[in-house]
């Protein structure tokens, strides 16, 4: 492994260790003495790699908000196969990669007053709703989705997705739901 390597997977290991405490003990609860002992490292070096605990809240923050970018991918999918398409997505690369249920928490609660406002600006800038409520007007305009309020669906399936992503978080055990019982929600 080279250097760079090396120094690609010690950051690695840093933003999943802060991630997992961030999500389990809280970010203000977490301190940064407490990550670098469980990465571990000492906390002179973690500071070579991000300056405060601040600033790898928002590394994470910017990750999650990259990868909510990914259904921009899947822009010319018909909408019938849209959804499907993306869980079936979320739920193989979350089962190879577990830090990704933790992300939709850390996400979730980075939203929230209280926390540090450039982290709060990003995570509140993610709309998947609009997003998804856009996908879902497409379907029912094609006579594939339920009628109704797009942007409350799209509501109602996130919710679900949330849900869903916050047990397996805390059961890694869970199996994976079928894609088609929280896609029903939309037919």
Known sequence: MTRQEQKEAK???????ALELFVTRGYYETKI???AKEVPMSVG??????????QLLLELVKMGYMATNSTDKL?????????????????????NEPWVFNMFILMNQ????????????????????????????NGQKAGVFRKGDAKLLATCFWASVQG???EMASNPN???PKVEWIVSILK
Do not use: C, W
């Not at 950051?11 to 260790?17: E, P, R, S, W």
């Not at 990003?122 to 007007?137: C, F, M, N, P, T």
């Open 11 to 17: 950051k690695k290991a840093i933003l999943v260790t």
């Open 33 to 35: 003495t407490d990550i």
């Open 45 to 54: 070096l973690m500071f070579h790699y991000f300056e405060s605990k601040e």
């Open 75 to 95: 822009a010319d999918v018909p909408p019938e196969q849209y959804f499907d398409t993306f869980l079936n997505g979320l739920f193989a690369y979350a089962k």
């Open 110 to 137: 980075a939203r929230r007053e209280g926390m540090p406002e450039e982290a709060r600006v990003i995570a509140l800038s993610v709309d998947q709703i609009e997003k998804s409520a856009k996908v879902i007007r």
């Open 164 to 166: 869903i992503m916050e």
């Open 174 to 176: 869970m199996k994976t």
